[in-house]
């Protein structure tokens, strides 16, 4: 069976430091890749999303970077940290484009930036 | 601009009421997914409606589609104090992208 790996699950860092937050999946392959972040209390927005290996496409300008550097695995970045950046941090995949099984999501990063 | 509605935004019900979610879109699209998170986790899938005329049922919650009028549903039934959470609608546009559209969603309470 496909399970999701996101960590870590909080973490607390200063303003203008970077970031890497990383993502996998096991149990498929060529994965269709998703960054959301979650302002609290509010709904989604999505960062980045991949369809393969070294494919980014950025929703948002901003402080973050994406990066797949192998087939599964999928790791947000920053090299300097906004208080802006505070939220909390959900990767998710899907199988294809038109999946039946629709997103499933990690377990998600609770990022606090002080 | 893709949209996806929900209202209501806020519902705080009583235990054994009834009442229904709605999720009004404003693209094209022949999915629609549900999901339900609780507070401080991730998301979780409830539903994924796939066809006009979709109609699923888990439990206390039911959730329907209908493509024409773009619309989406999630029926409460007898509400119980577990079913308090946050729900989201998404949607998958027929345009070709790869990215759902969710809605805004709806935080529920239920009052014991």
């Not at chain 1, 269709?32 to 980014?56: D, E, K, P, T």
């Not at chain 2, 054994?16 to 709605?22: D, V």
């Not at chain 2, 888990?58 to 989406?72: H, Q």
Request: one cysteine or more; charged letters at 15%; proline letters at 4%.
């Amino acid at each position: 069976s496909q399970t999701i790996h996101q960590w870590p699950a909080t973490l607390v860092q200063p303003v203008g430091s970077p970031l890497s937050l990383e993502c996998t999946v096991e149990g498929t392959s060529n994965p269709n890749l998703y960054w959301y972040r979650q302002a609290a209390g509010r709904g989604l927005q999505l960062l980045f999303y991949s369809v393969g290996i070294g494919q980014i496409s950025s929703e948002v300008p901003q402080n973050l970077s994406a990066s797949r550097p192998q087939d599964r695995q999928f790791i947000l970045s920053s090299k300097k940290l906004l208080l802006s950046d505070s939220g909390f941090y959900l990767c998710a995949w899907s199988p294809d484009r038109r999946s039946t099984y629709g997103y499933t999501f990690g377990s998600g990063t609770r990022l606090t930036v002080v | 601009e893709l949209k996806v509605e929900q209202n209501p935004l806020f519902l705080s019900m009583q235990e054994g009421k009834n009442y229904t979610i709605y999720c009004n879109y404003s693209t094209t699209s022949d999915r629609l997914y549900w999901y339900r998170q609780d507070p401080g986790k991730s998301l979780e899938s409830l539903f994924v409606l796939l066809s006009n005329g979709a109609v699923k049922q888990e439990g206390r919650l039911m959730a329907s589609l209908d493509t024409k009028a773009r619309l989406s549903t999630l029926h409460i039934t007898a509400a119980v104090h577990d079913l308090s959470a946050t729900y989201f609608c998404a949607v998958l546009p027929t345009s070709g992208t790869y990215k759902y559209i969710f809605g805004t969603g709806t935080r529920l309470k239920v009052l014991a």
